[in-house]
């Protein structure tokens, strides 16, 4: 279809030639080895995914409205459940910040034409696809019950259902991230632009480098998990079986090795975008700038240590255990390191309230919720009462949808204008990251109280003297889903009706927006040259669109 | 550097020059390696901690598998790895002809190494010695021995498939010696395969004592 | 070729040192040590991955970079062999 229509969308002005309009048709696109379309790519399908994650969520929200559970079975609950956590933590937020923006951006600022190694990097889209939609089909014939831990004994005993497709697809989908991991630390490594030395690069690419340093290191001993129960499920050996000699906490063992650390993989790319658009729209260096890129390392470097954090309610040793729980303390220290020095940037500041700010606001607020929520789990005692109970849900959801989610629509509001050249309408997005605000926080809040009097996760029948905290929250899921879907539908408005970007619409500095927006195919036409990335004026200067009519501020 | 480069085929468009092509290939290859050790190194945890929990069944298994054999592979493994050296060596020369001679060295005993594999694996099938239905083990600590010959099977069983994939890119290799694809300022192709199949060896290095020789 | 010849020599010593390492790591489990069986097949096998690494891979004289990268590919699986076994080696501890 883009094949006949396109040429006659162009205007008839002759337009300037970028990565967009280089090449129409379809097979320009499944073919393509620009880093930047392989970017638009991940987009389009990682958004397919958010959606059906979402649906499955909608689905579980809806059942949850009463406490007798009258929507679905209890079977389809849990498949629903599943469904809703494989999606949304291997095909939505692990590649969502590096797969789309980091694809983009990481080598535009560090002043590179491409990453590294090209094909790879589209082969690692193709494994996405490959894995995604063996899942999905996986889903379409019966569905997984297992939760997304696929915890031994039951997912290789027990379960009934696609345990196998399923991690098969999980499998493969891992492949596509060390892929684009080890294309990252390569780019970051070798591709610099002369005069771009480490302590010179932008915040941004030192989070994308730790977080490739956990994609590298942890994928494969989930890959080896998924194989090792797969194995167990076809020949019926023993290894998580206790019957048989085995030990279904080593499964825990090896799952959370890699599942804990990816929670980092989440988060680490998120700070990289809430450092840059802080700095952006305060209009000053990140105060501690060696401080928040050491950090993004020591927390992929602590990640690896912490799992057993998971497993303190199993028969894991409470000498473990105990240890586990200082190291999870210690985790704490850099993810504070962050929000002090954010917050110490913010303080008088001269901030301008666009919309990638506000998203900054709401990730510091949320994550640091979602963070201090994790030390009451990885005391011993408060995790006895609280394992497996709402409140572990209502934690990581403030640190994967309030933290990464928000610096992922913060990041895509940020560049977006980069990406496509164009802007998107300024008052509607502030509208929906208030909306998305206020319902994450409705749906999410009243779980922290229900895991607290004791409402297990995973139960969708439950006593009615919960229902009006498991109301609201489904409430604030509706009013969460009304949120997501206004930036989808401003996002493709301003692909057509959206006013011109201009190469950078922020003021911002940093190589990316030096260059026209939409790049070119390779991204320089000159030779770069590296000054400081974070080279803005003084304070009292007045941004341009507090300059009474500008661009940007419609409201 | 640069002078070369720009007017070196190899070159891709988004380099400066070789050398960072080369190093940039180099430093991926050794990225890659390192997932290919936590790969095999969470197989090998697991078999530390069944091992730990199952000392008897685990031994007894390791006294099913064949020795001789084992060694025999060992070195027909270590003697590859050696022949490929000499490629990596003949590729930094610019020598064609070195490197597909070598190259198929390096293939012949690695096809040695599968068939003395396969010898070993037939014998396992025909004793009952394979974990799931056709397992008929009837003597002391079956759960454990079969739970040994499950890691047995699936850590040499993707060694050996690991080995595999090292074949067809040996045999890439040998097609573009034969164009006369290598020179002296471009063979990173043969020296990152080199790389991939000594990591191969050496994580027999470790399979063969762990399998074959602890406790036997 | 003088270099040529130079390197020859020294990847066949190398191949040679395997072949000895192979022998009396085989050798040495027809002897049973206790509790030493598996430290000194471990050591061993350490050592023949390290001259694979350092001679074959050519570690030996390349970029520190490198040497970081295969570093903390054993160093996590040190973390993930450690912590694991840490948790098995101290329950019975508790009883």
């Known amino acids: 279809m883009s094949e006949s229509t396109a040429p ?125 939609s063996f899942t999905l089909w996986a889903m379409i014939a019966g569905g997984v019950d297992t939760g997304w831990t696929f915890y031994a004994p039951y997912s290789t005993t027990y379960a009934n259902t696609h345990v196998i497709a399923t991690a098969l697809g999980i499998f493969v989908t891992g492949f596509s991230s060390i892929l684009t991991g080890l294309n990252f630390m390569v780019t970051i490594h070798m591709m610099r632009a002369p005069g771009m030395t480490w302590l010179k690069m932008p915040l941004f690419i030192w989070a994308q480098y730790a977080t490739s340093i956990i994609m590298i290191l942890g994928t494969p001993v989930l890959a080896i998990t998924i194989v090792l129960i797969a194995i167990e499920r076809l020949l019926g050996v023993g290894i998580f079986d206790p019957a048989l000699g085995g030990d279904p906490v080593l499964f825990q063992h090896l799952f959370w090795f890699y599942s804990h650390p990816a929670v980092y993989i989440m988060i680490l790319p998120s700070m990289g975008v809430i450092s840059e658009v802080i700095s ?276 | 550097m640069s002078e070369i480069g720009e007017h070196h085929g190899a070159l891709a468009h988004h380099f400066e020059d070789l050398e960072q092509q080369r190093q940039s290939a180099d430093l991926g290859m050794w990225i890659f390696l390192a997932t290919e050790i936590m790969f095999f190194g969470a197989l090998f945890a697991a078999y530390a901690v069944c091992r730990w929990m199952n000392p008897a069944g685990f031994s007894t298994g390791t006294s099913l598998l064949d020795v001789p054999l084992g060694t025999v592979n060992t070195a027909v493994l270590i003697g590859s790895s050696l022949t490929m050296v000499w490629a990596v060596q003949a590729g930094h020369r610019g020598d064609s002809r070195s490197i597909i001679r070598n190259l198929v060295g390096t293939l012949l005993l690695g096809s040695v190494f599968l068939v003395i594999k396969a010898l070993e694996y037939s014998h396992k099938f025909h004793d009952g010695l394979v974990p799931g239905s056709l397992f008929t083990y009837g003597g002391e600590q079956a759960a454990g021995v079969e739970m040994f010959l499950c890691f047995y099977f699936v850590m040499t069983g993707l060694h050996a498939l690991h080995m595999v994939i090292g074949f067809g890119l040996l045999v890439w290799l040998i097609l573009l010696a034969r164009r006369g694809r290598f020179t002296k300022e471009y063979s990173n192709p043969v020296e990152g395969v080199g790389l991939y199949w000594h990591f191969v060896d050496i994580v027999w290095i470790f399979l063969f004592p762990m399998l074959y020789l602890l406790e036997h | 070729m003088d270099e040529t010849t130079n390197y020859r020599a020294q990847s066949v010593r190398i191949f040679l040192a395997l072949m000895v390492l192979t022998a009396v790591t085989v050798a040495v489990s027809y002897v049973n040590l206790g509790a030493l069986n598996l430290p000194v097949a471990l050591l061993i096998a350490c050592t023949k991955a390290g001259l694979v690494l350092v001679y074959f891979m050519h570690l030996k004289g390349n970029l520190r970079l490198l040497w970081i990268v295969a570093g903390s590919g054993f160093l996590f699986l040190a973390i993930l062999i450690t912590l694991t076994l840490s948790d098995y080696f101290t329950r019975q501890a508790v009883g």
């Open chain 1, 280 to 555: 952006a729209f305060c209009r000053r260096a990140v105060f501690g700038y060696k401080f928040i890129a050491f950090s993004s390392l020591a927390i992929a470097l602590l990640g690896f240590l912490v799992w057993g954090h998971h497993m303190f309610v199993s028969s894991q040793s409470p000498y473990a255990g105990m240890v586990f729980s200082l190291l999870s303390f210690l985790i704490a220290v850099p993810s504070a390191i962050k929000v002090f020095n954010w917050t110490a940037t913010l303080y008088k500041a001269s901030i301008s309230y666009q919309t990638p700010i506000l998203y900054a606001f709401g990730f510091i607020g949320l994550f640091t919720i979602g963070g201090l929520t994790g030390l009451f789990l990885a005391t011993l005692a408060i995790d006895v009462h609280v394992h497996d109970t709402y409140f572990v849900v209502a934690h990581f959801h403030y640190i994967m949808v309030g933290g990464a989610i928000m610096g992922f629509l913060g990041g895509l509001h940020y560049w977006w204008p980069k990406m496509v050249g164009k802007l998107y309408p300024e008052a509607w997005a502030r509208f929906s990251a208030l909306v998305i605000f206020v319902g994450f926080n409705l749906t999410f809040f009243p779980q922290f109280l229900l895991g607290y009097l004791g409402m297990p996760r995973r139960y969708h029948v439950y006593d009615p003297e919960f229902q009006v905290l498991h109301v609201l929250s489904s409430a604030g899921a509706s009013i969460l889903g009304i949120g997501y879907l206004i930036p989808m539908v401003y996002f493709l408005w301003s692909l057509r009706y959206g006013k011109d970007a201009g190469p950078n619409p922020w003021d911002a500095k940093g190589l990316e927006w030096t260059i026209p927006s939409p790049p070119t195919t390779f991204n320089f036409e000159e030779p770069v040259t590296v000054g400081d990335v974070y080279d803005y004026p003084t304070e009292d200067e007045t941004p341009p669109w507090k300059q009474g009519s500008s661009e940007g501020a419609h409201v």
């Open chain 1, 8 to 132: 006659i969308a162009r205007p008839p002005a002759p337009t300037r030639e970028h990565y967009l309009n280089v090449k129409y048709g379809i097979k320009s696109w499944l073919l393509t080895v620009d880093h930047k379309r392989i970017a638009i790519l991940y987009l389009i399908s990682i958004t397919a995914f958010f959606f059906i994650g979402g649906a499955a969520a909608v689905l579980i929200r809806l059942d949850l409205a009463t406490p007798a559970g009258d929507l679905v079975s209890s079977e389809t609950y849990n498949k629903l459940f599943t469904i809703h956590g494989i999606i949304m933590v291997f095909f939505f937020l692990i590649p969502s910040i590096p797969a789309v923006l980091g694809n983009f951006l990481v080598p535009i600022m560090i002043g590179a034409k491409d990453l590294a190694f090209p094909k790879l990097n589209l082969l690692s889209w193709y494994l996405y696809m490959i894995g995604g």
